[in-house]
């Protein structure tokens, strides 16, 4: 009889493990569960334990108990390896990111750091395995259950997969709902969130294998970025309105495309309303430009005192008060590729290494480097990490890291000064240039030990009244600050600071920090969905007029904005990101697809918008921008996905590569 009850006993023991996870995770990442969430991953979770029971169930003896700590181990190790992932980049890994694993290791003093810090949940998370094996005796038997006995189990994994799915669909279809990221978006941290990290992995791997891309809903119409443009009144002077277009023929392309997608695809950008040409078009056409995308920037370090060159650019410059810098799934990665594309991330992949094969018009290197400018890049750390051998070369530089031409003193994090001094030399005597930089100064972890920059400024932020965490990254930031001060020296001295646009904004916010770390730096508690991701983007050339921008704007707007002030020829409708200084209304996404707009915020956790304009917003205009942004992160995705500007602009005979 007791052989009898063990087949049960490790279902049960199978079952309860991956729930314990899930929970155990779900509260030391993410917070508490809510009842809704937990049935769906129960009910999955039910299911995968008697999976593993039937693959364990084929063995005998000893085989059996060695395979079932082989998979509980491993299972464990998986879990715990997400954890010590979020607990660093506040973000779970995806299946594309475990291939790549072998980069990760360039960063073992922070995963080392991020174990040190997870002790209890690790330690709580390896709890069941060690049951298991102290238990053994109890739970283990020696024999194969009947093929009764294993049909019922075939049923029951059906039956507890498809109660998992009724209570999917029952959640509702709408953005964000369990329903939304099973079928028809990839969004990893909403993902484990709802449906748990057995499931999301699952389905990572599933959509990795089968080619899966994400889905528009069927019931969103073709949405566009502003009102319709109006005809002008019979009273008043015409006035001609020039558009940031290019000549493109959808109608042509339409009518000699045969797949369908493509056809949707040039049906929707030929919607979508371009912005207009505006007083600030071409008022820097023929600068230099020097592109900046500095690690974990953050408006928090530009202080008068602390970071003068910072606090000058900012008050000398275009000063954006209202500007965020979102991060996305492949955090630094995608910040980047944000920045520098004006296009939102796929998610599943690493977006920018997937762009490598593609006909990226757009970026900056590509379009300057048409027009006869020197293009540069550089980049202080690991030249082929996240393969930006791959895709910089592709953006149109001619670029540089270390171990391919840049040789910098072995220190972690090296140093942004360094880098500057090491590299400007090949590029400020062939004007016009264009320089990009993606800096390393700025890294977590912030900490005096261990972290080179932080202990070479210590001197300058011992007196602050803050805590060490946060000296520590002040004292990263003062490097950058040092790096834009010699460059500035530089560009003085060679008689074009005043024909030199300089462009810098972060790739993600200081995550490397703690909330409450945050909230310190910040003299108040941050809200977490908005105001966490508020930054600075600087804009600047010597001699400029200064000015503020209070319009709501984000990293994905810096493409377009740069096109336009440098009077490239670009198509306004191509990109997910606008022209800050054009008239369209502004719209800022976030990774959850929470937006701001002129008009207020949308939290899409709640699914509530908050005005801001002292009156009711109208529930049409929330479904056209929730719509939109919908309509802007599938499309995004597809134009990663079909390559799909080489297809425009191969049949319209035009191109800037």
């Known amino acids: 009889m007791d052989n009898n ?7 049960l023991f199978y079952a309860f493990l991956l729930i314990y996870l899930e929970i155990i995770l779900r509260i030391f990442t993410i917070g508490a569960i809510g009842f809704r969430d937990l049935l769906i991953i129960g009910l999955f979770s039910i299911s995968f334990g008697i999976i593993i029971f039937t693959l364990v169930d084929l063995f005998k003896s000893k085989a059996k108990y060695i395979i079932s700590s082989i998979i509980i181990f491993l299972t464990t190790v998986l879990f715990a390896s997400q954890l010590v992932y979020y607990k660093i980049f506040k973000m779970f890994y995806i299946i594309y990111s475990v291939g790549k694993a072998g980069q990760v290791f360039e960063f073992w003093r922070e995963a080392l750091s991020g174990i040190t810090q997870s002790i209890l949940p690790i330690i709580l998370l390896f709890l069941p395995f060690f049951i298991s094996i102290i238990f053994r005796k109890k739970l283990f038997y020696p024999g194969r259950s009947r093929i009764g006995y294993k049909l019922i189990l075939v049923v029951l994994i059906v039956a507890f997969h498809v109660l998992g799915l009724v209570r999917v669909h029952a959640d509702g279809k709408d953005p964000n709902t369990a329903y939304d990221v099973y079928y028809r978006t990839n969004f990893p941290l909403l993902s484990v969130e709802k449906l748990g990290l057995m499931t999301s992995m699952r389905l990572d791997v599933q959509r990795k294998l089968t080619g899966w891309s994400p889905h528009l809903s069927v019931d969103a119409p073709i949405p566009t970025d502003e009102d319709p443009i109006e005809e002008p009144i019979d009273e008043e002077p015409e006035v001609v309105i020039e558009y940031n277009t290019m000549d493109i023929d959808f109608d042509e392309l339409i009518a000699s495309e045969e797949d369908s997608g493509i056809i949707d695809m040039h049906n929707y950008f030929k919607n979508v309303p371009p912005t207009a040409k505006n007083e600030y078009t071409g008022i820097y056409e023929g600068y230099n430009l020097i592109f900046i995308t500095a690690e974990g920037f953050s408006h928090y370090a530009i202080h008068e005192e602390l970071t003068p060159t910072l606090y000058k650019m900012q008050q000398e410059g275009y000063n954006f008060t209202n500007f965020y810098t979102p991060i996305w799934e492949v955090s630094t990665l995608d910040g980047e590729y944000v920045a520098t594309t004006g296009l939102i991330p796929k998610s599943g992949v690493w977006s920018y290494t997937e762009s490598s094969d593609n006909y990226m018009s757009f970026s900056m290197g590509n379009q300057l480097k048409s027009l006869g400018y020197k293009t540069v890049a550089y980049h202080n750390h690991t030249y082929n990490y996240y393969n930006r051998d791959l895709s910089h070369p592709n953006m149109g530089y001619d670029y540089k ?50 972290n080179s920059m932080a202990t070479k400024n210590r001197h300058l932020v011992k007196d602050l009244p803050y805590s060490e965490h946060v000296k520590a990254y002040l004292a990263c ?12 020296m530089r560009l003085e001295e060679a008689g074009i600071a005043d024909k030199t ?27 977490e969905n908005f105001e966490l991701y508020k930054n600075s983007f600087l804009l600047y050339t010597a001699g400029m007029e200064p000015e503020t921008i209070n319009k709501p704007a984000s990293s994905l707007d810096i493409i377009p904005t740069l096109s336009n002030l440098l009077g490239l020829e670009y198509d ?6 606008r022209d800050i200084f054009s008239d369209s209304d502004p719209l800022v996404i976030f990774l959850n697809r929470s937006f701001i707009t002129d008009k207020g915020y949308y939290d899409s956790r709640t699914r509530e918008f908050t005005s801001r304009i002292g009156e009711e917003v109208s529930d049409d205009y929330i479904n056209s921008m929730i719509n939109l942004v919908n309509a802007k992160f599938y499309h995004s995705a597809k134009i990663l996905e079909t390559d799909y500007y080489s297809k425009i602009f191969e049949n319209a005979g035009e191109g800037v590569q």
């Open 501 to 527: 646009l300089i462009a810098l904004s972060s790739d993600h916010y200081p995550y490397g920090l703690e909330k409450e770390e945050i909230d310190e730096i910040a003299g108040h508690p941050v809200e």
């Open 5 to 11: 009850k063990k087949p049960l006993k490790l279902i």
């Open 401 to 450: 890291g270390v171990g391919n031409g840049l040789t910098l003193n072995k220190v972690w994090p090296a140093s942004d000064l360094e880098m500057m001094e090491k590299t400007i030399d090949e590029y400020i005597d062939s004007q016009p240039f264009h320089a990009y930089y993606m800096t390393v100064s700025g890294h977590l972890r912030y900490t005096f030990e261990g």
């Open 572 to 577: 306004s409708r191509l990109l997910m990101g």
């Open 477 to 488: 930031q003062i490097e950058l600050d040092r790096a834009l001060e010699y460059l500035l």
